[in-house]
């Protein structure tokens, strides 16, 4: 067990425990999470401005923008490459959410979305949606990031 502490607009404490790699944790939709996202990438700052502008204040989700210079790394389970190359969430239990299964995990807790969210989850298309996902980030990366380098 690895403690985490990350500092933004307000505290929020995580304890690592059961690190997994693209799996649904959140057995609620008010379990809270926090994206990590490329505010510095056009497409996906659309998209989680959207996100953010459909969520409710009571929505538990915190946005963190990895391209803001003052985002610090060093006490987050994963590093900026790997922040980079696909969207990370990290839940109030300290699981970490990569890729497509992120975007469903925020669905869950968006209103208008709720409906896709259970949708893609009950009937098995999230591996589809990341295999999409991971060919999109795959092409992104090589835009974003050249010789294990992202720039921010």
């Known amino acids: 067990m690895v403690p985490v502490t990350y500092l933004k607009e307000r505290e929020i404490i995580f304890r690592v425990a059961n690190v997994r790699d693209n799996a649904m944790t959140a057995a609620t ?19 989680i ?4 502008r459909i969520a409710k204040p009571s929505t538990p989700i915190t946005w963190v ?3 803001a210079p003052d985002t610090e790394f060093s006490k ?8 980079m190359r696909e969207l990370h969430i990290l839940d109030s239990h300290g699981n970490i959410i990569k890729g497509a299964y992120s975007f ?23 591996p589809i949606l990341e295999y999409g996902y991971q060919k999109f980030a795959a092409w992104r990366a090589s835009r974003q990031c050249k010789e294990g380098v992202c720039r921010r």
């Not at 505010?39 to 659309?46: D, F, R, V």
């Open 76 to 83: 987050l389970p994963f590093t900026f490459e790997q922040a």
């Open 65 to 67: 923008d990895i391209s």
């Open 29 to 47: 939709t008010d379990t809270h999470i926090t994206v990590f996202f490329d505010g510095s990438c056009p497409l996906c700052k659309k998209e």
């Open 104 to 126: 469903v995990e925020i669905w869950h807790r968006l209103p208008h979305y709720r409906w896709l969210g259970k949708l893609i989850s009950t009937t098995g298309v999230t």
């Open 49 to 52: 401005d959207h996100y953010q």
